[in-house]
């Protein structure tokens, strides 16, 4: 998986006060797996 750069994206809502509930390797997985599945959807149209 290397270095996830997503994670800090997803890190906080709007807020840095506003912390996730990111306490486990499955929400960090699931995260990046996202991440992934929805640049692979919507890059190719923005890149268009």
């Known amino acids: 998986m290397g270095y996830?750069?997503?994670y800090?994206?997803?890190k906080?809502?709007?807020e840095e006060n506003n912390c996730?509930?990111?306490n486990s390797f499955n929400?960090?997985?699931w995260i990046y797996n996202?991440?992934?599945s929805?640049?692979?959807l919507l890059y190719?149209?923005?890149m268009r």
């Open 12 to 14: 906080f809502v709007r």
């Open 4 to 6: 996830f750069h997503g």
């Open 27 to 29: 929400k960090i997985f």
């Open 44 to 46: 190719p149209e923005i």
């Open 38 to 40: 929805l640049k692979a």
């Open 34 to 36: 996202f991440d992934i």
């Open 8 to 10: 800090k994206a997803y």
């Open 20 to 22: 996730l509930p990111i």
